[in-house]
């Protein structure tokens, strides 16, 4: 009788004394990245700097994101991450319209959202660009113009009709080319293939035979200009056709290198996965961000109401590609 009796009051001592142990043990934040599309390079590097950041930060951070770069997958990924209850959710959007919504509800349930590639995103908290978009478009196009001598016909990819960033850069490019560049012509309507390299080459072949006259293609999404060569190099085109756009340095090395693409732009994708969780960390650790303060690895950035930029852009060419290790 008298052990069964010490039994439950030796379990309440050891729990009481268990307690306080737990109680100081800081709260590991679930921080998740949520991409386009799983399995492409560009997102596999920036999965490195989310990890990167797990690391260094303490947090538990890490990517998710559908299998192809469908706007509805992306939002029900996101809402399974609300059910989940994370604490901030990270995304590079498909769709800003039809995040909208659900970036709302995620928000009421206490979770933070931090965006990238949608400075103009409805629901979020903060938008991280590590360029300047219209700098970069302009940059593109002036590119493009240097390879066709400033005239011809042209046509643009993107990864999607829905993508911010791609549509953002396509409107400023075609509005300056206008200006500075009155004798290039967009041939047809930007057309959605910059996610899928297969389908970038079997775009450009059917652009080959339907304009003749083409002279260059500017490609938003990093598969985009890669099939774009591909294609170029099989039709023994590219001398005529300059390709020009976003691209991965290690993806787009052997064809800056035969010239079937001209001219490569981009940023580190790595350092948009680290520089979003470390946003979302501050915001969960009530931190002030301040415009002028200094992002590990982008370094210093301005800040306008809920925009966060940097000047990340660099110039991806045959002499350079091999450099970056990515």
């Not at 953002?168 to 509005?175: F, M, P, V």
């Not at 992002?295 to 800040?303: A, E, F, T, Y």
């Amino acid at each position: 009788m008298t052990v069964s009796r010490r039994i439950p009051f030796l379990a309440i001592l050891m729990s009481l004394l268990v307690l306080p142990l737990a109680a100081v043990q800081p709260k590991r934040y679930e921080i998740v990245t949520v991409v386009k599309i799983t399995g492409i390079p560009w997102f596999n590097r920036m999965e490195t700097g989310v990890q990167k950041a797990a690391k260094d930060l303490g947090v538990n951070a890490y990517q998710v994101g559908p299998s192809d770069a469908d706007p509805a997958q992306q939002v029900r990924t996101i809402e399974d991450l609300i059910s989940k209850g994370v604490d901030a959710i990270c995304v590079t959007p498909n769709d800003a319209k039809s995040l909208g919504p659900v970036f709302e509800r995620a928000k009421k349930a206490g979770i933070f959202i931090v965006t990238h590639e949608s400075p103009d995103q409805v629901g979020k908290n903060y938008d991280i660009e590590l360029i300047d978009n219209v700098a970069f478009a302009h940059r593109t196009w002036d590119m493009l113009a240097k390879n066709i001598g400033g005239k011809g016909q042209y046509a643009i990819f993107v990864g999607s009709l829905t993508v911010p960033l791609h549509n953002l850069w396509a409107d400023e490019g075609i509005k300056y080319a206008k200006t500075k560049y009155p004798g290039m012509t967009l041939v047809t309507e930007r057309i959605p293939c910059g996610e899928d390299q297969e389908l970038s080459k079997q775009k450009t072949l059917e652009l080959i035979k339907a304009y003749p006259q083409l002279q260059g293609i500017v490609g938003f999404g990093s598969l985009g200009p890669p099939g774009a060569a591909q294609a170029l190099k099989e039709k023994g085109l590219a001398n005529k056709i300059a390709v020009v756009g976003t691209v991965l340095p290690g993806q787009a090395a052997q064809y800056l290198k035969d010239g079937s693409m001209k001219y490569g732009i981009l940023w580190d994708p790595a350092d948009a996965g680290y520089a979003m969780t470390y946003v979302a960390k501050q915001l969960l650790d009530k931190k002030k961000l301040s415009d002028g303060m200094t992002l590990p690895g982008v370094g210093k950035v301005s800040i306008t109401g809920d925009v966060i930029k940097a000047n990340a852009m660099v110039d991806i060419t045959a002499a350079n590609a091999g450099s970056f290790g990515f």
